[in-house]
């Protein structure tokens, strides 16, 4: 830090002067909280609803640059990660903070594998669900019924024990993801099948039906290997600090990840995948676009999809996205939502009201015509986001689990109400 890396702050209401340090690009509000305060006063806090700038953490696992549309996991950017490696081995390396050598990968793997199947008292809860349950309703539960099947796990400080409860969770994901969605069906409900690879297991549980041993088309494998790694992780979005904060009162990572889930549920976050594909479902044809956009300048509705917290320039995701859509049509032909998709994307680039807000495509723009492809109804797509950011939340956990800073999140308010009314009984009230 050089000499002027502090900030001179006047409190004009009473002429003191404080110098605050700047560390990283930013000030302590701790450092903050001292202008004002006195022996009977707090000093000054800071009001940022939706934390739009507010560092929580400090964190090594990703690193975005919205400007440049650059995102990288432990320093190695997604295209690289995309192009040449495979989910798992991301997920280790998001976990672990750096790349597996081959017999860290195949013990690795190889627990994993092991460790996809669920008490059976789990699949009687899944299928207690009403036929039109929605899959993420059912994700959510499963992850959290899992705390009470391993009690264990509220042992947060015991790594031995931290790592069996981050294998278990990658891994019974995609059974839940499966049977919520076989739920919906109305059928059986497929096991893992531990000859297949980590996707292919999961496409085995979710289209096998009376065939011996489920054939999964590998190119559509891969194409899900890619998409589960794009959304491994993305620093401190909505649900990663929702499992942080949810996490910060040290309780097991079932719960903190079942609140990561319901985080993603949202539409305006991973719920959007599924909103795109209603948004293009309801367009239908290109001659209907230009209306559309213009009810979503009237702000009458969103453009399902575009815009971003981080990202200022394209989603380096939805670039990649689109590549893999160009896979995935090659064996299923290509979505008729594609061309709408397509001519929404060239209007939205050019129409100021959205090159103004600096709005792109982001990763659910495209994901969804994939999914949608893949033959996934839309309830599931957020599912898949899910399983893809699990390693990514369990990374966050770890690192909130171990850092000294870090306190139980319980941030300061701006209070708004009434102050000393006296209550009056509801029998006074009423009488
Ligand atoms: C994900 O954080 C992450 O990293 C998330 C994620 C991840 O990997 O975890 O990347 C995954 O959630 C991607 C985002 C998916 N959500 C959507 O596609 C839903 C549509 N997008 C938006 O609702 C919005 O862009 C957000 C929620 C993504 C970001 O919202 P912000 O940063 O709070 O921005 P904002 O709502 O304050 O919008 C700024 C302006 C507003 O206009 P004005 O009020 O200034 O006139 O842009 C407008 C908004 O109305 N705007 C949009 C828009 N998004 C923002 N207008 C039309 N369509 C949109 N999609």
Redesign the pocket.
Known sequence: MTNNETLTVRDNRTGQEYEIPIADGAIRASDLGKVGQTADEHGLAVYDP?F?NTASTRSAVTF?DGDKGILEYRGYPIEQLAESSNFLEVAYLLIHGSLPTKEQFDTWEHEITYHTFVHENVRSLMQGFRYDAHPMGMLRSGVGALSTFYPEAREIKDPAIRHQQIVRLIAKMPTLGAWSFRNAQGKPYVYPDNDLSYTENFLSMLFKMSEPAYQPDPRLAKALDVLFIL?AD???????NAVRSVGSSQVDPYSAVSAGIAA?YG????G??E??LRMLARIKTIENVPAFIEG?KK?E???????????KNY?P?AKLITKACDDVFEVTGVSPLLEVAQELEKIALEDE??VS?K?YP????YSGLIYEALQFPPEMFTVL?AIG?TPGWLAQWLELVDDPEQKIARPKQIYTGDRGLDFVPASQRWA
Request: proline share 2%; with cysteine; glycine share 12%.
């Open positions: 939706g739009t975005i959304h993305h620093e401190q979005n909505c649900s990663t993603l539409p305006l976050h991973g959007a995948n909103a795109v979503v702000g509705e969103r453009l399902m999809g575009f815009g971003h917290r981080v990202y989603d995701r009201y959205f807000r709005l982001n990763v659910d723009f986001f950011r």
